[in-house]
């Protein structure tokens, strides 16, 4: 979850629509895992 804590979109109170808050969770995860992904073969 620390991974996430610099997507400010992600905060709770941000989002109203679970179904957009779920959305942004899963494009925010799968980014910091390319990120350690490109890091990680470089």
Do not use: D, I, Q
């Not at 899963?26 to 073969?41: D, E, I, Q, S, W």
């Amino acid at each position: 979850m620390s991974w996430l804590s610099g997507y400010r979109r992600l905060s709770p109170s941000y989002e109203h629509h679970a179904r957009n808050y779920l959305a942004f969770l899963g494009l925010a995860a799968a980014l910091c895992c390319y990120k350690r992904l490109v890091r990680l073969t470089t």
